[in-house]
């Protein structure tokens, strides 16, 4: 074809608007990417901070467009060439070249940001989970926090921000201690993936584990700041920022209710610690809000600061994220204003030995698995079935105890049973019910949606049995 027109990098530095056009480059080529900035998937603030310059400083945070569909979209809208003596790429730095180093059992379900959960087997081994098979679960690089010069600001009740060191922290308020399961809103997506497909990380089973984390009370803190323990009009959600930042500059954030926060039993934490040890760097070093019931989302990591508001966090994860929505909604029709944020997280069980497609001997089967529900209801059942939910028998359960509308912790679960004579194959099947009588949905269908959260329905796994 006709060779490109050739540019300067300054000339593609004056399309940096919608008014002006707006053009990228990418290696030595130019693109007007004008049209596509509505459609971009991930917003179009995050596209235009590419305006007028090269997209490789901004991608090498965002390893999402390191695959051929996003290229082939860029290529659409190629515009010209870079002039030779212009070629020179940009060397990106990689902002993750400080993440710390993590176990090698974990399986990666994104390196960069680091997404990881253990193999499901390894997962029911321990009652707590050792910190370093714990989920990962990370949205931007891990910060590197001086704890020295460390300060959680605490935005008071009349325009006062306290700043709080560590050590402050550690000595002026109580430490409490609360064994507590993590979920992640995206906990067993790839099944709802498999029903049709969703957008997010195709997290398996293990988007969960348990900890018994220490520190402050979220309460002493707030009350120590002035605020009072019932809210007023003013102050019913509290807000958390961490100090992990995109590109915009833009702190995760996130907020739960103000009633929650302040808790009867204060069982919100400004955690230090994870399992008697200091609080790991992929975990929120130095401190992470702990909320116990709720979302894995809402737990905020790298805490660097707390408000008190009427409304929720305005944070992209609070108002455009973490939602659930019909099974009818699609990306065409989806309407995040009017949808509640994910706080409690609904009952949940799955089976984590046998592997789906083992293969398995007769006679006997030994099941194993965990249940959890939010809010601190807990767990007061599990049933079992090995023919596929015909027949179902009642499992065996271990965990800490909890006192009621305080089990924040799962319960991990056993069964033996019975492999009918004969079979050549079996399903297995499990369901939690929690202590308020709620149970899981029996299949995805009924509960899929385009973001692939919540994914609670009964766990099956197949297994052949070998003779
Ligand atoms: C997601 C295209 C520029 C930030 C995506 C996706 C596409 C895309 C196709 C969805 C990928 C998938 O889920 O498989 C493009 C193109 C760009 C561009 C063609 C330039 C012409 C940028 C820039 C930024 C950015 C400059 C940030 C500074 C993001 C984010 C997501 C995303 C954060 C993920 C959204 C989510 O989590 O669902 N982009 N992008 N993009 N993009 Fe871009
Ligand atoms: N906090 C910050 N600052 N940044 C994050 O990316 N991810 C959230 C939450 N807190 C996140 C965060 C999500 S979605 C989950 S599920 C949990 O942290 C995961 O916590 P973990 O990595 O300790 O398992
Ligand atoms: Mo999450």
Redesign the pocket.
Known sequence: GAPYPVFTRQEVGQHRSLADRVW?TYGNEV?D?TD?VEL????QS??L??AGGA?EL??A??A??S?E??LG??RG?KVGELSPEEQSQPTPEDPYAGDPPRHPALKVNSLKPFNAEPPAELLTENYLTPNQLFFKRNHLPVPAVDPASYRLQVEGPRGRTLALSLHELKSRFPKHEVTATLQCAGNRRSEMNRVRPV?GLEWGVAALSTARWGGARLRDVLAHAGYPEEGQAGEQHVGFEGLDQD?SGAAYGASIPYSTAMGCHGDVLLAYEMNGEELPRDHGYPLRVGVPGVVGARNVKWLGRISVSREESQSHWQQNDYKGFSPSVDWDTVDFSTAPAIQELPVQSAITEPAPGAAVPPGELTVKGYAWSGGGRGVGRVDVSLDGGRTWHVAELKGEEQAPGRAWAWQLWQLTGPVAPGSTELDVVCKAVDASYNVQPDTVAPIWNLRGVLSNAWHRVHVTVVQ
């Open positions: 990228v693109f990417i596509f971009h998937p991930g917003g995050k596209i901070l590419a997209l901004l991608w945070m965002y999402v467009h695959q569909h996003v979209i860029l809208y957008k590109l």
